[in-house]
């Protein structure tokens, strides 16, 4: 079973228009992070935002958020105020375990989903 | 900043030519990784190292090797290419101390086999 689901291949928003891109996750790991990443056309992985298993609160940075549903293991990314520079490709990750030690450092990557950010 | 090198931005090789992808990081770190990159399939992980000549494979290590000798270079190593290994590269580090788990990319190699 794929352990990060992006069901959405392709995304199209309006620039200035808000945007949710879709990311659930399945572990059975108490102590588990995820992560957002972008990578534009030209090929870098850009690091978004984290959110940790057992933080309270929902991770937020700028105009990105992560609305972290625990019970559901739904982990999305919203982009508000869309702009140009944010088409992209974005992936969902997951680290399980607490990073730490020779199998806990890897990130499992769901497929991604491309936002096109239209004017 | 944390940087992680990638030696070819581009590679074309033939079938059956050994291919050597190298990866260096500036930052310490302990951990580094190979992932693959396909359309539509993600990032796959091929090999990662937690420590200087510790290896443990990934989701698809077939067809592919590593070597660790230093702690900040990493490389994969197609022992003899194949047009099914035509793909992108992504080299990535983190810490091993405690941390989130953010990994660090370099900027990819794309690899065509011929």
């Known amino acids: 079973a794929q352990k990060i689901t992006q069901t959405q291949p392709g995304m199209f928003v309006q620039e200035k228009e808000a945007v949710t891109l879709d990311c659930t996750y399945d572990?059975?790991?108490?102590?588990?992070?995820l992560f957002w990443y972008k990578q534009p056309s030209s090929g870098e992985m850009i690091f978004l935002i984290y959110?940790?298993?057992?933080?309270?609160q929902n991770a937020t940075e700028g105009r990105y958020s992560l609305n972290f549903q625990k019970a559901r293991k739904s982990a999305n990314l919203v982009i508000s105020a869309s702009q140009l520079g944010d088409s992209a490709m974005y992936f969902c990750?997951?680290?399980?375990?607490?990073?730490?030690?020779?199998?806990?450092?890897?990130?499992?990557f769901g497929r991604g989903t491309q936002l096109t950010v239209w004017p | 900043d944390v940087k992680v090198t990638q030696s070819s931005r581009y590679l074309v090789k033939r079938t059956g030519e050994k291919v050597f992808l190298e990866c260096v990081q500036d930052?310490?770190?302990?951990?580094m990784f190979w992932y693959r990159q396909d359309p539509g399939l993600g990032l796959r992980l091929i090999y990662f190292?937690?420590?200087?000549?510790?290896?443990e494979k990934g989701d698809i290590p077939e067809g592919y090797s590593v070597s660790r000798e230093k702690k900040e270079r990493f490389s994969l190593i197609l022992e003899s290419a194949s047009t099914n290994q035509t793909s992108m590269y992504l080299c990535?580090?983190?810490?091993?101390?405690?941390?989130?788990?953010?990994?660090?990319f370099g900027e990819g190699s794309r690899l065509t086999v011929l």
């Open positions: 572990t059975s790991d108490p102590s588990y992070g």
């Open positions: 959110q940790g298993s057992y933080d309270q």
């Open positions: 990535a580090s983190s810490p091993g101390t405690a941390h989130t788990g953010e990994l660090f």
């Open positions: 190292s937690y420590d200087v000549k510790m290896k």
């Open positions: 930052m310490d770190h302990e951990n």
């Open positions: 990750a997951m680290r399980e375990g607490h990073g730490r030690g020779s199998t806990l450092g890897r990130l499992y």
